[in-house]
């Protein structure tokens, strides 16, 4: 999903064509490291064999019954049959009509069971891919994600169904079940940009605009705010709720999906530019290009900017070079990595697996010193434990690197644009107040 179709994404909720959706993500703790992949997913027996266990159906149960108990109608996407029955199980166990749907069930039975869901007869409903498209129960309030994916499609599939306008529907609540992050699994923060790794609670909408029209930098290009908490239920299950689908996205500003495609540690550093940092001062670098002598297409291109190692040097970095060029940005971002890789130290440069358990860490003093000295007056000041180290660096990266300078000037071009458009709207409603027969008043909002 890219930036322009999560911008249509939300246009559409904004227009009342989709419900809106508020989301939460669940730490199952499953552990998919030996599960094969298969056609771009996982292999769906060792998948249902790592997910399908007491423990994790006991906590998609009670992540329900703790987040959506009031939903009336909540569809649950499950691995196989076998996951499908022993979730179902689970949900009866604590009281709960919870009934299924296979590949195999007679259609007569399907009829009946999808005809009494859609009257709210019984509250849960679970599957394995039989309504991942193409199918239409708008009264769904509430979708549970139990089975862990690296398909996009498949996770904009899920979603999508509870997307669709019901009468009294305000939005539906999407719980995503996420499973061990380093195994490349893709989940609704991933989706749309944000790194799941780094877990964020309940963003209040009211705060998160006034955060925006202050421009308060560190708010505003990513999830930093101390306002941010991971919420803990009994000391075992970890939830991150996302109010709307406005917060998970505005909370991810300029970091594109990236984060999705990539398991190194890239940070925005302005529209469409990315950097990749190690600790000797080398970093990489993807940008968004015009067309030149190489492709004649606007493409991505990657630089690498090495450690000038000559004693009594000039300068402490070389001059940048072009390393790779791509029509696409996923391209792009693979041949970084491969190049990264071979270049750079992994345990600087990379966000996921034990040589990144440094970024779960504290901030250090001289980080937090940094980044106090531009937070704005008045805001109390963080403490080493407010943050953690990765966080830290990544923001100290965007503003070493302009990305303050652009954003605040994004925020603007986007202020200037707000105001014509309420200029626009003024003169308008004014000509039709008039009533003013055919004649044309010529209206400069520039």
């Known amino acids: 999903m890219c930036a322009n179709e999560r911008r249509d994404y939300i246009e ?23 599960v094969k992949l298969t056609a771009g997913d996982f ?3 060792a998948l249902s064999e790592a997910v399908n266990t007491e423990k994790t159906n006991l906590i998609t149960v009670r992540s329900w019954l703790t987040r959506a108990r009031d939903r009336t109608s909540t569809l649950v996407f499950c691995v196989d049959v076998a996951h499908i029955i022993s979730l179902a199980d689970t949900f009866r166990g604590h009281g709960i009509d919870a009934r299924y749907v296979t590949g195999t069930t007679k259609r007569g039975t399907r009829s009946a069971t999808l005809d009494a869901f859609k009257a709210r007869t019984f509250p849960v409903l679970l599957n394995c891919g039989v309504f991942t498209e193409g199918t239409d129960i708008p009264n769904i309030d509430c979708v549970v994600l139990a089975r862990p994916t690296q398909s996009r499609n498949l996770l904009i599939q899920m979603i999508g169904r509870g997307m669709r306008l019901f009468p009294g529907k305000e939005n539906c609540h999407i719980i995503d079940m996420v499973a061990t992050l380093k195994t490349g699994v893709v989940t609704t923060p991933t989706l749309f940009g944000l790194d799941p790794s780094e877990m964020v609670e309940t963003a209040d909408p009211t705060r998160l605009k006034q955060l925006r029209e202050k421009k308060e930098t560190m708010d505003a290009m990513s999830v930093f705010d101390a306002d941010f908490v991971a919420k803990q239920l009994h000391g075992r299950i970890t939830f991150t709720d996302y109010d709307s689908i406005y917060d998970l ?18 940070v ?13 001062g080398a970093f990489l670098t993807i940008e968004a290009a015009a067309s030149d002598s190489f492709l004649p297409k606007p493409h991505w291109t990657v630089r690498y900017t090495g450690k000038n190692f000559e004693k009594r040097a000039a300068t402490p970095l070389l001059r940048p070079r072009v390393v790779a060029r791509s029509e696409t940005f996923e391209g792009a971002v693979h041949a970084a990595d491969t190049f990264a890789e071979k270049t750079m130290t992994h345990v600087f440069i990379t966000r996921v697996g034990p040589a990144a358990a440094w970024r779960g860490r504290d901030a250090t003093p001289g980080q937090v010193a940094i980044l106090n000295k531009v937070r704005n007056r008045g805001r109390e ?6 943050i953690t180290r990765g966080k830290a660096a990544d923001m100290l990266t965007k503003l070493k690197f302009g990305a303050k300078g ?15 458009d309420v200029l626009l709207r003024m003169v308008r409603s004014r000509a039709e107040g008039l009533g003013v027969g055919p004649l044309v008043r010529s209206v400069n909002v520039s």
């Open 268 to 280: 925005c550093i302005g529209q469409d530019k990315y950097h990749l940092g190690d600790k000797s």
């Open 381 to 386: 000041e963080m403490t080493e434990a407010d």
């Open 406 to 420: 652009a954003w605040s000037k994004a925020n603007a071009l986007k202020l200037k644009q707000q105001k014509r």
């Open 43 to 45: 292999q769906t027996k």
């Open 249 to 266: 996205i505005d909370s991810s500003v300029g970091e594109h999906s990236i984060r999705a495609t990539s398991t190194n540690a890239w």
């Open 12 to 34: 559409m909720i904004k227009e009342h064509w989709l419900s809106n959706v508020i989301f939460t993500t669940v730490k199952s703790h499953a552990d998919l490291s030996s």
